[in-house]
């Protein structure tokens, strides 16, 4: 028992249940990309060469997912990142935007303005140069304005084109 602020008053200690705040996990092998994933919520690099990956393991399962002969592996570029404990990869190309989340705007850009407007573009469907390489949806023109026809796209949990973001599994020896 300890003193009081009150005169003649005794406070006695009560067991205080432990605060859980979050933790982060440091793995036993930094190098160890699957182990890095575990232990973060986020995090990504971009762009990394396919034959530079430091990790062997990666780089053969990196090949493989996205079909990249050795002799190509010099001139093919990845974005990595940590989702949900996992490791994802991006393959980085012209035809995607691994960097960028997916727009959900549904207001024409005036670059889809000005395509529409002619009308030789009627029914005409927006190439991703006109609306945003990132855009969820495909536009169309119709009467002059560009319109929403489709949803092309599907968020993961971070708001990541999921088609183009592909999970790497950890190789069975490294799982703990």
Not at 81 to 92: A, D, Q, V
Not at 95 to 104: G, S, Y
Not at 159 to 165: E, F, L, R
Request: proline content about 8%; hydrophobic content about 35%.
């Amino acid at each position: 028992m300890v003193p009081s602020a009150e005169p003649g008053k005794r406070v006695t200690k009560t067991a205080i249940p432990p605060v859980s705040l979050p933790t982060k996990v440091l793995p036993d092998n930094p190098e160890d990309p699957w182990q890095q994933c575990a232990s973060v919520i986020v995090s990504g690099s971009y762009p990394e060469k396919v034959s530079e990956i430091e990790n062997a393991e990666l780089r053969r399962r990196v090949q493989i997912t996205f079909m990249i002969q050795d002799e190509a592996a010099e001139n093919s570029f990845i974005a990595e990142r940590c989702m949900n404990g996992k490791l994802y990869i991006c393959l980085i190309n012209g035809m995607n935007n691994c960097a960028e989340k997916l727009d959900f705007t549904t207001e024409p850009n005036e670059s889809m303005r000005n395509y529409c407007s002619s009308e030789e573009m009627e029914g005409a469907i927006l190439s991703p140069v006109i609306t945003g390489i990132n855009s969820a949806y495909e536009w169309r023109c119709h009467e002059g304005t560009a319109m929403i026809t489709d949803q092309i796209a599907e968020p993961d949990t971070d708001g990541y084109d999921k088609s183009i973001w592909h999970e790497i599994p950890q190789p069975i020896e490294n799982m703990n």
